[in-house]
């Protein structure tokens, strides 16, 4: 885009001076047009750029302020950011609206054109016809999201939902299941604990026996490598 800015430039100061030289034109006649091109052009930028930022910043808000009623955690600095950048907009806007109007009316009362001051008129009467028409058009806008709301919840709020409350099943899943194996170990872990008592009893028990046997040295030898033998298995 900036490289039209020179050759428009060179375009318009061309047709300026083959308007001055060759077809009479007068300069004051120039300098009424030049002054209203400038004009139009600023007025244009003017209508465009902080509005769309203060319009778009009050979009922002409204669009949190939906989120936060359906449930939506929003940050509340940058709701606060939002709305000051929304009022300096604003401020911005009405400013540039007003100083513009007195900077035209100015240029034309001591240049003598009279084009200059429609332009002073356009610039504040531009004030109140651009919050206008957005405004109406915030309406159309408001009005079809209601429409729409209705019967059509926001995709990211369902999606975020449907997925909260599978994470939710599974959870409650995978703790019972938790709780299930919980038991189980608890249930073989006393079951092995009166395995060990009932075999230290029996060893108990025989070894007792076999110390009291007063015949047969190797049988007894045998029965007591035996009985060590249970014991280091365990």
Request: no cysteine; net charge positive.
């Amino acid at each position: 885009m900036r490289f039209w800015i020179f050759p428009v430039t060179v375009v318009v100061a061309l047709f300026a001076i083959w308007l001055l030289i060759f077809l009479d034109v007068p300069l004051s006649t120039l300098l009424s047009l030049a002054l209203g091109f400038v004009s139009l052009a600023w007025l244009v930028g003017l209508l465009i750029v902080p509005w769309n930022l203060y319009f778009g910043a009050l979009r922002a808000v409204g669009g949190m302020a939906e989120s936060r009623r359906r449930g939506i955690e929003i940050d509340a600095h940058h709701e606060e950011e939002a709305r000051r950048i929304a009022q300096r907009m604003l401020r911005l806007a009405i400013v540039g609206h007003v100083l513009s109007a007195v900077v035209v009316g100015v240029i034309s009362y001591f240049s003598g054109s009279q084009v200059g001051y429609y332009f002073a008129g356009f610039y504040l009467l531009s004030t109140l016809f651009r919050p206008a028409v957005a405004y109406f058009g915030h309406l159309r806008r408001r009005i079809t999201s209601l429409s729409t709301s209705t019967t059509h919840p926001r995709d990211d709020v369902l999606t975020m939902r449907e997925s909260v409350q599978r994470h939710e099943q599974e959870l409650r899943r995978m703790a019972e299941e938790n709780d299930h194996l919980r038991d189980e170990i608890a249930m073989l872990q006393g079951r092995v604990y009166d395995a060990e008592r009932k075999v230290n009893g029996i060893s108990q028990r025989f070894a007792e026996t076999v110390n009291g046997m007063a015949d047969n040295h190797e049988v007894i030898t045998g029965l007591k490598a035996f009985i060590r033998l249970l014991r280091a298995e365990q």
